[in-house]
């Protein structure tokens, strides 16, 4: 039975974006702060560390998950993913990115990379989602500039992309309850 | 924000971890999902010595049935439940409390049994283990044993589990067929916790309503099925019995009127599903 | 050659910013790399809201490992002064507590350690005594004369008392068919960035210079406040802020105490030294918008037409008048008047402190307040006077023909066509509908009601107007300020590529973008070919005392000051390109990347050859031009004159207009607000990129919508604060946020380069007031409290509560609820114990009993025969914390009664409480220990754990009697020997 000892560092290693990575961590060292000042990956972003903002939500074997709330001792042998594995290739935009920056779903952008990371993971598992199931994951994110209309209207455009459908007109859409 | 040191143990199997628990008494925390302990650790609201790591454990992910009882282990996340085929017909109540519990992304990490042990007052699982007369089941390196819900919540926060021990799993009895279930909660923002939850399990005899949020622990009346003003002046009765407190987010007066209207209408759903 | 025009500007071109923001290569400021060798602050904080700082202990904390430093407000106040204030006034500004603390939250020490867990560790460690005083939250109660004063040498709470009058106002109501009045009491709230503040801080100790990077945006003014508080020149104050900051609303103004602290850290610690504030940190004291109580009241004709205005506001600042305030109070002075053609206004405007946070700016920055109280008294006109709401709109509003219109307070409000706005709004708002949607939700039994607000926006600050505070003397005697320079710097390299570079500190607008087709635009180039720089550095950039990102001044002054610079930088290029192509300069055109002589197509050269050749032929260059490799323009606007001897003040140079409208339905039973249709017309003068003007709007309205339903700085009436997390400071979320119907005109600034307006801050200022309305319509109530809460809306119009049924009676404790707004926690119980009275009351006396009573208990000491002293391990469930307590027994009669007295107090908060134990004879022998008391917790607990803290404090002290009862009962096996062991 592994005992890691709070005073000293241990090696911690796990797939990010797809790629082995390691890295020394005390036990109590959040995944926050691991992945942004331990292996410089600063695209996960921290609001508020009590796991309410969203904006570090990562995946953990295609999971979402607070990293802020994450140890990085518990991702000792998980796939990581993150921002910056979202896009295809360095230099270009999923389709959900494209998405967001056609719809101007982002301002200040900071809360943005959180989002990215729930809805990659939502839409795998429900690839049709209503305007209402998408408010109800986007509500585990706060975003403070946008007002989340066009993150919807993006995360909504997208979503039909990605099945391969035309582009819907925002008239098509149902209103949700809010 | 940082958590203070501690040791971290990963868990291989249950007794490992019993072992240290059973050493380290209540210097020693389980980590599940971690979804509530994390913030408390982040705040330094909480600083337990070591933390025991149970999701390695093989068998804890698995949602069994035993007879008329859906056991979940402490290692079954509240998102795995929640997708569990068939559960709107195995347990309705479970089916609908379950998306009223925090958010998609705190669901797929935070746990069942790990709800429980926090012992939150408005917290959605213990008040669907409370109405349904669900059972709590709790290990030590000495023994085993089983506590109904309605015994293991003892307080705010407070709960029967003695330091060395930790709960094995919960377990909610199905629906039986006869029987109404029907949730409701009012929350300021969607996904936050209950400033009333109510549960009701309805029969053609018997109405069971509990209400989360108001006492400090989730609490379950029973009583015949009333109509009319004896139905209003039980749920008046109950919302008195709770000793509702006022507090930042909502006044003892708002909490009674909840009980009492949200009461209503929770029951009425559970008999319309009856009818 | 076919030569393309095309006008980027005004097109919602996707943003430059976006890629890196998308793909996690932002560059905020917790993502830049720092010096090897850089250490790491954390801030130990008041739990009090009031208490002298009797000592500090950092010995303990100062040897932990990895620790380097440990910095209290004496070692501050060695190296700086108090940070100086708009106010003349006698108080001191630190920005950390030096021997008295004001506000929970207030900076108590700053640990420098090899990293931030460890500087936290050692935050434990540090033990400070303080000597709680007297304290007062509200500001009507610190006006009285027996409120505790909370800067002795000031006097009073009360730090300005200021009236204007402008107009006949006295005349207007001695003559007035109707008065109407209104009274608010405007809450706390804040704009809560997603990224908190952030301070990378070096010293230099031979050349004496600061190096701060910080999340900072403005307003530069602050600049030389910081400068001489490190009392250095502003050249040795080199303040540098990163690329991206992760949203403002104003509130990254307030990162600039934190730049004097870290700064100083980083000066004692003799390394640099980063710190990034916590989210706790930043509800609790990081900027809170003020709280303000305005009465308002309106003489008003009986047609409904506003002849005279008099406003009384009382402005809440918090502990310390900060710079720059009281700017909250003054920054609407000209426009007091809304929308509405009111010829006079009598203020007075009043600003007292209180033990709660400073303020600062945040969005909307004063217009909250003040619409707020406006478009309420709009409301209640109409319903007094039994007219229509939207008649007493229109016939109030500033006619379309008189504009530029002159305020009676002051401001010259630029452009406006407000009727024909409204009218508009109606229409394609389709207010009909909202109507029947009314009508028929409310023959339904429904609660449904509309609401509106007509509010003008300010933009672009007038530097001077928080000088109307002083009196016209004390203004002369301290020199005219005013204007509002913006600059901008235009670059050509040798290849003629053109870079801009502003001071206008972005905070997630997309300004690049913008500037980048403003620039495209005057050279006639691809959007793409313009690079612009953002991140600003006073060392070296160019800025002014007016620069950053506040009053919503980028598409108003900051655009306009690059158009200027491109347009100079572009007349030389065509005196360039003239005598290349030997024609007039004025003959030269820019289009498609090309530099021709119009109408002769055949002359044409490309962009990068003319523009480049600065660089590479200088001596080719014209008669009359000098170079034109860099044009840095500076451009402030005549009409922002100082105040005036009446005190009239044009306030901000450009003034926006909206109106909205709002259908809300209420669910009485449960207290929640649906917003069914919110309609907003928006006239922010010429829109430079529709989708970020829609994004200022949808999110200013989320915000307003915040404020209206969910969200509060609160504070308990023993200044304990209430809302540190964000389970308790409620944002909304993608759930409660509806989509809204955004409708424009446009009516060009005169006064602007570019004919822009802001609209940034609009909708913060008339979403609250417009959907405070709308409730009030649906209940028929006048008074309303923001937030709208659950509770508040329910008990608007809740019937008598149901009596306890008679049966139930002796089943529960019979506790009354606790008075509104009283947080003490009150419990009762008792216990049946198996002793007499004598025995349980020699038990209560006894160190070695309470000892084994005291729930957590480490050992008890005794001061006195009715004196402890304890160190206890309190807590339920997992929450545990140590503390050091005191217990005193007082009013004995023995072996019938006494109160226990008690105080704790840790590094999670402090706590007190007293309650009365009778002891009564019961049964055989044994007694009845009953018990009441009452407590109250403060400090970091009482901010992160509001919720649950009742049921806690009932837990711990049920735990105490319980074990009394256990410990007194000889059923116990081993208590009589443990006894007779103890007491031989």
Redesign the interface.
Known sequence: MPRLNAATRHRVAFTLNGKPVSLEAEPRLLATDALRHGLGATGTHVGCEHGVCGACTIQIDGQPARACLTLAVQLEGAAVTTVEGLAPERDRLSVMQAAFRRHHALQCGFCTAGILVSLDAYLREQPAPSEQELREVLSGHLCRCTGYTPIIRAALEAAACLRGEPLSQPSDREPAHV | MKPAAFDYIRAGDLSEALDVLGRHGSDARIIAGGQSLLPMLNMRLAKPAVLIDIMGIAGLERVGREGDLIVVPAGVRQAALMKRPGLAGEQPLLAAALPWLGHYQTRARGTICGSAAHADPSAEIPLCLVALDGEVRLRSRRRRRSVSAADFFSGMMVTDKADDELIEAVAFPVAMTGTGYAFREVARRHGDFAIVGCAAVVTRDAVHLAVAGVADRPQRRSFPPLAGSALTDALNGFAWELDARDDFHATARLRRDLVRSLGQSTIGEAQRCLA | MKIETISWTGQ?L??V???A??????R?I??LGVRPGTLHAAILRSPHAHADILAVEVSAAAAMPGVAAVIIGRDLARLTTPMVAGLKVAVENWPMAVERVRYVGEPVAIVVARD??LA??AL?AIEVEYGPLPCVVDPLASLQSDAPVLHDRAGGNLVSDRRFRYGDPEAAFADSAHRVEVTIAYPRNT??????FGVVAEYDPHEDAYDILANFQGPFSIHAVLARSLKVPGNRLRLRMPP????S?GVKQGVAPYAVLIGVAARIAGAPVKW?E???EHLGAAVAATNRVTTLKAAVTADGRITALDWDQIEDCGAYPRAPEPATLYRMHGNMTGAYDIASIAIRNRVVLTNKAPTGLVRGFGGPQVYYALERLMQRIAVELELDPLAVIRTNLIPGGAFPYRTASGALYDSGDYVQAFDLALAEGRLADLEARRDAARAAGRRYGIGFAAVVEPSVSNMGYITTVLTAAERQKAGPKNGAQATATIALDPVGSVSVHVASVP????HRTVLAQVVADVFGLPCEAIRVVVDLDTGKDAWSIASGNYSSRFAAAVAGAAHLAATRLRDKLAAIAGSQLGVEPAQIGFAGGAVFAKGDAARTLPFGRVAALSHWSPALLPAGVDQAIRETAFWTPPELSAPGEDDAVNSSLCHGFIFDMAGVEVDV????V??DRYVTMHDCGRVLHP??V??QI??G???GLGATL?EEL?YADDGAF??G????Y???????????EVLHIETRSPFTPLGAKGVGEGNCMSTPVCLANAVADALGVAELKLPL???RI??LV?AP??A??E??RQ???G?G??K?G??ALRGQGQAEVAAAPDAVWAMLLDVDTLASIIPGCHGVSKLSETHFKADVTL???????RYKAQIRLSDLDAPRAATLSGSVWG??GTGGGSGRVTLTPAGEGGTLVAYSYEAAVGG??AA?????????A??II?QFFAALARRASPARPGFIARMLGRRP
């Open positions: 919602s996707e943003r910013e976006d890629a923001l998308l793909t996690g290569r932002g905020f917790d993502d931030r867990y936290e560790d434990d704009g809560a960035p997603m990224e908190t991206e900051s992760g949203g609303f990034i916590d989210r706790l905070q997630g607008q997309g039973e449960t207290g929640k649906r917003i989708g970020m829609e994004g949808r999110g309205f989320a915000q969910f609160a209430l809302t997390t964000f389970a308790d409620l944002l909304p979320t993608a759930t409660e946020t509806p989509d809204i809460t659950p509770a329910a008990a809740a509560e149901p306890l049924p049966t139930h089943r529960t404790g506790l609820a606790a509104p009283d947080r807590g339920v469930g997992p929450v545990k914390g590094a999670l970091k607990v992160i754990g509001g919720r649950l803290l009742d049921g806690a009932r837990a049920g």
